[in-house]
Protein backbone atom coordinates (compact mmCIF):
# COMPACT_ATOMS: atom_id res chain seq x y z
CA UNK A 1 0.00 0.00 0.00
CA UNK A 2 1.27 3.44 -0.20
CA UNK A 3 0.68 5.68 3.10
CA UNK A 4 0.99 9.15 4.13
CA UNK A 5 2.15 10.05 7.63
CA UNK A 6 1.84 13.72 8.82
CA UNK A 7 2.96 13.70 11.83
CA UNK A 8 5.17 16.27 13.63
CA UNK A 9 7.01 15.02 16.18
CA UNK A 10 9.91 13.16 14.04
CA UNK A 11 10.27 10.86 16.64
CA UNK A 12 6.71 9.35 16.62
CA UNK A 13 6.66 9.46 12.48
CA UNK A 14 9.94 8.21 11.77
CA UNK A 15 8.81 5.06 14.22
CA UNK A 16 5.50 5.05 12.57
CA UNK A 17 7.36 4.50 8.93
CA UNK A 18 9.51 2.59 10.09
CA UNK A 19 7.56 -0.06 11.11
CA UNK A 20 4.89 0.00 7.97
CA UNK A 21 8.15 -0.05 5.90
CA UNK A 22 9.20 -2.80 7.75
CA UNK A 23 5.57 -4.96 6.82
CA UNK A 24 6.20 -3.52 3.12
CA UNK A 25 4.50 -0.53 2.49
CA UNK A 26 5.59 2.78 0.32
CA UNK A 27 5.33 5.24 2.93
CA UNK A 28 5.89 9.26 2.86
CA UNK A 29 6.25 11.11 6.08
CA UNK A 30 5.43 14.76 6.50
CA UNK A 31 5.37 16.91 9.45
CA UNK A 32 3.21 20.15 8.51
CA UNK A 33 -0.63 20.36 7.22
CA UNK A 34 -0.02 22.75 4.57
CA UNK A 35 2.22 20.28 3.11
CA UNK A 36 0.04 17.22 3.24
CA UNK A 37 -2.82 19.07 1.82
CA UNK A 38 -0.49 19.53 -1.15
CA UNK A 39 0.50 15.54 -1.08
CA UNK A 40 -2.64 14.15 -0.38
CA UNK A 41 -4.47 15.63 -3.46
CA UNK A 42 -1.96 14.57 -5.86
CA UNK A 43 -0.29 11.51 -4.87
CA UNK A 44 -2.91 8.47 -4.52
CA UNK A 45 -2.32 6.95 -1.52
CA UNK A 46 -4.71 4.20 -0.14
CA UNK A 47 -4.83 5.57 3.57
CA UNK A 48 -3.44 8.52 5.84
CA UNK A 49 -2.61 8.83 9.35
CA UNK A 50 -2.92 12.21 10.24
CA UNK A 51 -2.16 13.87 13.61
CA UNK A 52 -4.87 16.51 15.12
CA UNK A 53 -2.07 18.83 16.13
CA UNK A 54 0.08 20.00 12.91
CA UNK A 55 1.55 23.42 11.74
CA UNK A 56 0.54 25.42 9.20
CA UNK A 57 -2.48 23.37 9.18
CA UNK A 58 -4.32 21.38 11.92
CA UNK A 59 -5.53 17.91 11.27
CA UNK A 60 -8.77 18.28 11.25
CA UNK A 61 -8.83 21.47 8.83
CA UNK A 62 -6.82 19.14 6.49
CA UNK A 63 -9.66 16.14 6.60
CA UNK A 64 -12.18 18.94 5.99
CA UNK A 65 -10.69 20.54 3.13
CA UNK A 66 -9.89 17.13 1.15
CA UNK A 67 -13.39 15.86 2.18
CA UNK A 68 -15.07 18.71 0.60
CA UNK A 69 -12.22 18.45 -2.24
CA UNK A 70 -14.12 15.16 -3.16
CA UNK A 71 -10.93 13.31 -1.25
CA UNK A 72 -12.09 10.15 0.06
CA UNK A 73 -8.25 8.74 0.96
CA UNK A 74 -9.17 6.63 4.38
CA UNK A 75 -8.13 8.58 7.33
CA UNK A 76 -6.62 7.23 10.75
CA UNK A 77 -6.24 10.44 13.32
CA UNK A 78 -3.40 9.32 15.49
CA UNK A 79 -3.29 11.59 18.75
CA UNK A 80 -3.15 12.35 22.14
CA UNK A 81 -6.58 14.19 22.12
CA UNK A 82 -8.53 11.45 23.63
CA UNK A 83 -12.31 12.42 24.74
CA UNK A 84 -15.42 10.98 23.82
CA UNK A 85 -15.80 14.86 22.37
CA UNK A 86 -12.39 14.76 20.54
CA UNK A 87 -13.16 11.24 18.86
CA UNK A 88 -16.34 12.35 17.77
CA UNK A 89 -15.43 15.77 16.45
CA UNK A 90 -12.78 13.91 14.56
CA UNK A 91 -14.85 11.79 12.66
CA UNK A 92 -17.50 14.37 12.37
CA UNK A 93 -14.33 15.66 10.20
CA UNK A 94 -13.91 13.02 8.00
CA UNK A 95 -12.07 10.99 9.72
CA UNK A 96 -12.75 7.05 9.40
CA UNK A 97 -11.04 6.11 12.55
CA UNK A 98 -10.03 7.26 15.50
CA UNK A 99 -6.90 6.02 18.09
CA UNK A 100 -5.44 8.12 20.42
CA UNK A 101 -1.66 7.96 21.54
CA UNK A 102 -0.02 6.34 23.61
CA UNK A 103 -0.70 3.44 20.92
CA UNK A 104 0.44 -0.07 20.39
CA UNK A 105 2.35 -0.27 16.87
CA UNK A 106 0.21 -3.97 15.93
CA UNK A 107 -3.08 -2.35 16.78
CA UNK A 108 -2.03 1.23 14.66
CA UNK A 109 -0.90 -1.48 11.70
CA UNK A 110 -4.04 -3.35 12.03
CA UNK A 111 -6.35 -0.19 11.65
CA UNK A 112 -4.83 0.84 8.54
CA UNK A 113 -4.86 -3.02 6.96
CA UNK A 114 -8.67 -2.00 7.62
CA UNK A 115 -8.93 0.83 6.71
CA UNK A 116 -7.19 0.14 3.10
CA UNK A 117 -10.04 -2.61 1.71
CA UNK A 118 -12.38 -0.13 2.47
CA UNK A 119 -11.88 2.79 -0.38
CA UNK A 120 -13.49 0.96 -3.33
CA UNK A 121 -16.97 0.30 -1.33
CA UNK A 122 -16.33 4.78 -0.44
CA UNK A 123 -15.78 5.35 -3.93
CA UNK A 124 -18.30 3.85 -5.33
CA UNK A 125 -21.02 4.87 -2.91
CA UNK A 126 -20.28 8.51 -4.18
CA UNK A 127 -21.97 8.44 -7.14
CA UNK A 128 -25.51 6.79 -7.49
CA UNK A 129 -27.35 6.05 -11.07
CA UNK A 130 -30.54 4.90 -11.79
CA UNK A 131 -30.98 4.98 -15.79
CA UNK A 132 -29.56 8.89 -17.37
CA UNK A 133 -30.36 9.85 -13.57
CA UNK A 134 -27.20 10.87 -11.51
CA UNK A 135 -26.83 12.02 -8.23
CA UNK A 136 -23.53 13.04 -6.73
CA UNK A 137 -22.92 13.09 -3.10
CA UNK A 138 -19.77 14.89 -2.92
CA UNK A 139 -20.83 17.31 -5.05
CA UNK A 140 -24.83 17.28 -4.09
CA UNK A 141 -25.31 17.76 -7.26
CA UNK A 142 -28.05 15.76 -9.43
CA UNK A 143 -28.40 15.30 -13.36
CA UNK A 144 -30.41 13.37 -15.78
CA UNK A 145 -29.60 13.24 -19.71
CA UNK A 146 -27.14 16.02 -19.02
CA UNK A 147 -29.62 18.58 -17.10
CA UNK A 148 -28.65 19.91 -13.89
CA UNK A 149 -31.73 19.39 -11.94
CA UNK A 150 -32.13 21.24 -8.79
CA UNK A 151 -33.52 19.85 -5.97
CA UNK A 152 -34.64 20.81 -2.50
CA UNK A 153 -32.63 19.27 0.68
CA UNK A 154 -35.56 16.85 1.74
CA UNK A 155 -36.62 16.11 -2.07
CA UNK A 156 -32.65 15.05 -2.41
CA UNK A 157 -33.12 12.92 0.57
CA UNK A 158 -36.05 11.04 -0.76
CA UNK A 159 -34.29 10.14 -3.78
CA UNK A 160 -30.99 9.36 -2.15
CA UNK A 161 -33.21 6.97 0.13
CA UNK A 162 -34.21 5.27 -3.20
CA UNK A 163 -31.67 5.18 -5.26
CA UNK A 164 -29.78 3.28 -2.28
CA UNK A 165 -32.36 0.72 -2.89
CA UNK A 166 -32.73 0.43 -6.82
CA UNK A 167 -35.58 -1.78 -7.58
CA UNK A 168 -36.65 -2.57 -3.87
CA UNK A 169 -40.37 -1.30 -2.86
CA UNK A 170 -39.74 1.00 -0.07
CA UNK A 171 -42.87 2.12 2.04
CA UNK A 172 -44.60 5.37 3.49
CA UNK A 173 -43.26 4.07 6.81
CA UNK A 174 -39.83 3.60 5.58
CA UNK A 175 -39.51 7.03 4.33
CA UNK A 176 -41.08 9.12 7.18
CA UNK A 177 -38.23 7.00 9.43
CA UNK A 178 -35.71 7.74 6.88
CA UNK A 179 -36.08 10.52 5.81
CA UNK A 180 -37.93 12.73 8.45
CA UNK A 181 -36.93 10.56 11.63
CA UNK A 182 -40.66 10.11 12.53
CA UNK A 183 -42.57 6.91 12.84
CA UNK A 184 -45.80 5.90 10.91
CA UNK A 185 -48.53 8.18 11.16
CA UNK A 186 -51.80 7.56 8.85
CA UNK A 187 -52.62 10.92 8.83
CA UNK A 188 -50.12 12.61 7.20
CA UNK A 189 -49.75 12.71 3.48
CA UNK A 190 -46.39 14.36 3.41
CA UNK A 191 -44.65 11.78 1.68
CA UNK A 192 -47.32 11.60 -0.97
CA UNK A 193 -46.74 15.45 -1.77
CA UNK A 194 -43.09 15.17 -1.76
CA UNK A 195 -42.91 12.59 -4.49
CA UNK A 196 -45.21 14.53 -6.12
CA UNK A 197 -42.73 17.78 -6.18
CA UNK A 198 -40.02 15.38 -7.19
CA UNK A 199 -41.64 13.52 -9.80
CA UNK A 200 -42.06 16.86 -11.53
CA UNK A 201 -38.70 17.77 -11.55
CA UNK A 202 -37.00 14.00 -12.07
CA UNK A 203 -39.86 12.46 -14.36
CA UNK A 204 -42.15 15.11 -15.70
CA UNK A 205 -39.33 16.39 -18.14
CA UNK A 206 -38.53 13.48 -19.23
CA UNK A 207 -39.78 10.32 -21.78
CA UNK A 208 -38.91 7.52 -19.05
CA UNK A 209 -40.58 7.53 -15.61
CA UNK A 210 -38.51 6.24 -12.87
CA UNK A 211 -39.67 6.93 -9.70
CA UNK A 212 -42.93 4.10 -9.64
CA UNK A 213 -46.00 3.87 -7.50
CA UNK A 214 -46.73 -0.01 -6.21
CA UNK A 215 -50.27 0.55 -5.45
CA UNK A 216 -51.10 -0.32 -1.83
CA UNK A 217 -47.29 -1.20 -1.15
CA UNK A 218 -45.37 2.36 -1.90
CA UNK A 219 -42.78 3.88 -4.18
CA UNK A 220 -39.59 2.06 -6.50
CA UNK A 221 -36.91 3.62 -8.33
CA UNK A 222 -36.17 1.64 -11.36
CA UNK A 223 -33.26 2.01 -14.09
Known amino acids: MKLLIVEDDSTTGSYIARGLREEGHTVDLLTDGRAALVQATAGGYDVMVVDRMLPEVDGMTLVKTLRAAGNLTP?????????VDDRIDGLNAGGDDYLTKPFAFGELSARVNALARRPQALEQE???????????????????????????????????????????????????????????????????????????????????????????????IDG
Open 75 to 83: VLFLTSLGS
Open 126 to 220: TVLRAGDLEMNLITRKVTRAGRDIDLLPREFAILEHLLRRKGRVQTRTMLLESVWDISFDPMTNVVETHISRLRAKVDKPFDTELIKTVRGAGYR
